[in-house]
């Protein structure tokens, strides 16, 4: 019993033989290549992700797996559309703003203290007092500031939600993530539109729709 399994050729119907170990096959009627896809047990031609420029599919890949694996200039032209920033205030500011404030706050109160120590009765333990004092009180800031951030962070994200930044985004997102790149044509193409540009003009593919 023969192990090769006869199928059609999806763009003229020509008859094309699949053996076990073939990956790719090449139609003799019409010359178009063609990818071998085995799921569960059956065998079927992947012709989806065909490039419309050279009609073939054996130097396919999809862009965001370009994306994820390779570096250089072809992964910086095929980037994903950028993420609206949401963020006024870092949520680590509370962290930065902390120390600063208690530096600023130590070398204030240092000054004020060696002015004044010579003209009024101080004792010698007052700067402990002023060092701890310097201390809650840079906290109490900190911690304002942090809450004050995120409210605006909040009012910011909701004004986006309202404007529809997010929501064009995600579309964009979406449609980046059905791209993919011949490597033959150096182009970018969408399977299910057929619709292909350069490589370097991807933007005109994922333009969300107004």
């Known amino acids: 019993m023969s192990d090769f399994i006869t199928l059609s050729c999806p763009n003229c119907g020509g008859r094309l033989d699949v053996s076990p170990s073939t990956m790719t096959l090449k139609c003799q009627n019409c010359g178009v290549e063609h990818m071998v896809k085995r799921e569960a ?16 599919n054996d130097r396919v890949e999809k862009v965001s797996g370009i994306y994820k694996q390779e570096t250089g200039d072809l992964r910086s032209k095929i980037g994903p559309p950028q993420q609206p920033n949401l963020s006024l205030i870092s949520e680590y500011t509370g962290c930065i703003i902390f120390p600063i404030s208690l530096i600023t706050f130590f070398l204030i109160m240092g000054y004020l203290f060696d002015a004044l ?11 402990i007092f002023c060092g701890i004092a310097g201390f809650f009180l840079s906290f109490l800031i900190a911690i304002l500031v942090s809450r004050r951030a995120k409210s605006k962070n ?19 997102m979406a449609k980046w993530e059905a791209l993919y790149y ?11 539109t057929k619709a292909v540009v350069p490589v370097d003009k991807i933007g005109e593919l994922i333009k969300p729709e107004l």
Not at 41 to 56: D, H, I, K, Q
Not at 117 to 127: A, M, Q
Request: proline share 5%.
């Open 117 to 127: 120590r010579h003209t009024v009765n101080w004792p010698d333990y007052s700067g």
């Open 182 to 192: 011949c490597r033959r044509d150096d182009c970018v193409f969408d399977p299910t």
């Open 154 to 172: 909040k009012k910011r994200q909701e004004v986006f939600q309202a404007e529809g930044h997010i929501d064009r985004w995600q579309k964009s």
């Open 41 to 56: 047990g059956n065998v079927m031609l992947e012709s989806f992700a065909r490039c419309p420029t050279c009609n073939r």
